[in-house]
């Protein structure tokens, strides 16, 4: 296997419909990516490389001391042996990307010239966009139907409806019962979403939406479920689809991601504490996801990692069910990242890691003080319990991460 040399770029979507290379994402998010440029660590083996804009406030030494292996930091192909050859693992695909990666080029595997994103071709966009997993949403309820007393608890009881200008917007509105939500072709972590929490949220006078009609050309509108747990089905998809594993994820009140849980995750629905129960559904959503992307034959078309986000829910009869796909993600995401950090903490261990952004208090002092209040303790190599951040605890950043284990 040759190494591979990572990104972080989580703005990939938002290049994406922006078309161009040259992008280059709003300011704030330009340091998002910059304070975090070291945390696709997570996704590594200590061969490979990790892409950073500076080495200034990037450091992974922090988790060295702990006797964790950690990849290299890069920042040019000078840092890297030139009889070595290499993959590339960004975050995810786009235009843009490939003028990151490019000086990196002469470094590149045979293996890596096969590969389905080696260049960026004309259906790329359209692969990566809501598009692809609402198809193979459309797959799962075939198959559901096909074998509804196999998938009993599965449900999926609303399709987005595709919208392509206001007045269709606005006649679609007049027959569907708020709570709801419109997402864009191509967002992510929650960006790119509108919320239509009553008739007082009227997206068709938002500025917003007209201005994503008019970038993205189209948009989709759901009804929004009553929500018990959000979940994410974790494959690698590489010539075959090979299941990972689940990750219990939290957001926050707009939608945005707000962290991952490490063992079970903190809810107070009782219907979520019937562990067999969960654990079934989570076994039928794997099933029948796995059997819908082999329908979609994607294999044929991409490679790498794809994130499945699916909700528990409360249906019409006040029973818990599982919607294993309101969407697809093929890059890497935070829970294959948080399915990777399982092999360093200990089985028994409980909580949960998460990234934040810092203004009231500075992220030296919150990890100084944290590591006070809640010290690291480490058992055969791993963590069982304690706060550790996950980037460079000693240089300020506006955005951070870390993991705290109670």
Not at 49 to 67: A, M, R, V, W, Y
Not at 202 to 215: E, T
Not at 289 to 305: D, T, V
Not at 379 to 395: A, H, M
Request: proline share 7%; charged share 20%.
């Amino acid at each position: 296997m040759h190494p591979e040399i990572f990104l972080f770029n989580p703005t990939n979507e938002m290049a994406i419909a922006n078309g161009q290379g040259s992008y280059m994402p709003p300011l704030r998010l330009q340091r998002f990516e910059n304070d975090l440029a070291a945390i696709p660590w997570l996704l590594t083996n200590e061969q490979d490389f990790i892409l950073i804009s500076q080495k200034q406030g990037n450091t992974l030494e922090h988790l060295s001391q702990f006797g964790w292996k950690m990849p290299s930091l890069v920042t040019s192909p000078s840092e890297i042996p030139e009889n070595m050859r290499i993959n590339f693992s960004p975050w995810g695909w786009s235009p843009a990307v490939y003028n990151k990666l490019k000086p990196f080029y002469h470094l590149a595997s045979r293996q890596w010239m096969e590969h389905p994103f080696a260049t960026w071709k004309n259906n790329s966009a359209h692969l990566l966009s809501r598009e692809t997993g609402y198809q193979l949403l459309n797959e799962i309820k075939k198959i559901k139907n096909q074998h509804p007393k196999h998938y009993d608890l599965i449900e999926i009881p609303y399709s987005p409806i595709k919208i392509s200008n206001i007045k269709q917007l606005a006649q679609t509105l007049s027959d569907i019962q708020p709570p709801a939500l419109i997402k864009t072709p191509w967002s992510a972590s929650g960006r790119g979403l509108f919320r239509i929490r009553d008739h007082r949220d009227d997206p068709s006078q938002s500025d917003w939406i007209r201005g994503m009609l008019k970038r993205q050309k189209v948009i989709y509108l759901e009804k929004m479920l009553s929500k018990i747990q959000d979940v994410s089905f974790q494959f690698i998809i590489n010539k075959n689809i090979n299941y990972k594993g689940h990750n219990f994820f939290y957001t926050d009140d707009s939608g945005q991601f707000a962290g991952c849980a490490v063992g079970y995750p903190e809810n107070s629905f009782s219907c979520f504490q019937d562990m067999n129960k969960v654990k079934e559904a989570l076994s039928q959503g794997a099933e029948i996801i796995s059997l819908a992307l082999k329908q979609l034959r994607i294999e044929i078309q991409y490679c790498g990692p794809a994130g499945i986000d699916g909700l528990f829910f409360i249906d019409d009869q006040n029973e818990m069910k599982l919607q294993p796909c309101l969407e697809i993600n093929l890059r890497y995401n935070m829970g294959l990242a948080n399915l990777r950090l399982q092999n360093r903490i200990a089985p028994q261990a409980h909580g949960r890691w998460t990234t934040g952004i810092f203004k009231q208090e500075a992220w030296t002092s919150f990890c100084k003080r944290m590591s006070m209040e809640n010290p690291p303790v480490f058992e055969q190599n791993k963590i069982k319990k304690g706060f550790l951040p996950l980037v460079n605890p000693y240089s300020e950043k506006l955005f951070g991460a870390w993991l705290n284990l109670k």
